[in-house]
């Protein structure tokens, strides 16, 4: 079982930002595409933001240029800035990653960080 390690998040004031990270242990698959998806209570889980093994980036529409993900390959390591903070990203934060093994895919979940924004 392929463990993804996430750091950052905690409580923000609003205006502020944060920066996430989650880093794959290194071992025999590539990895594909890392970024970060949402969950606020009530709520579904919502793509915040992910980047393809060739750098190309998608965001969620709520994000609106606040949010930024950058990737180090030779790490494994994918991060999460997030600028601008409002009340309404407040969430548990979720790291995602496709992992492939020849022709075999498999996404894998990181724990979760909760991410709060008051003041």
């Known amino acids: 079982q392929v463990q993804l390690v996430e750091s950052g998040g905690g409580l923000v004031q609003p205006g502020g930002s944060q920066r996430l990270s989650c880093a794959v242990p290194?071992?025999?698959?590539?990895?594909?595409?890392m970024g970060w998806y949402r969950q606020a209570p009530g709520k579904q889980r919502v793509l915040v933001a992910e980047?393809?093994?060739?750098?190309?980036?998608q965001y969620g529409d709520f994000v609106k240029g606040r949010f930024t993900i950058s990737r180090q390959n030779r790490a494994n390591t994918a991060y999460l800035t997030m600028n601008s903070l409002t009340p309404e990203d407040t969430a548990v934060y979720y790291c995602h990653a496709v992992l492939r093994w020849g022709k075999v895919e498999r996404d894998y979940w990181g724990q979760g960080t909760q991410v709060t924004v008051s003041s």
């Open positions: 290194r071992d025999k698959y590539i990895v594909n595409a």
């Open positions: 980047v393809s093994g060739n750098g190309i980036t």
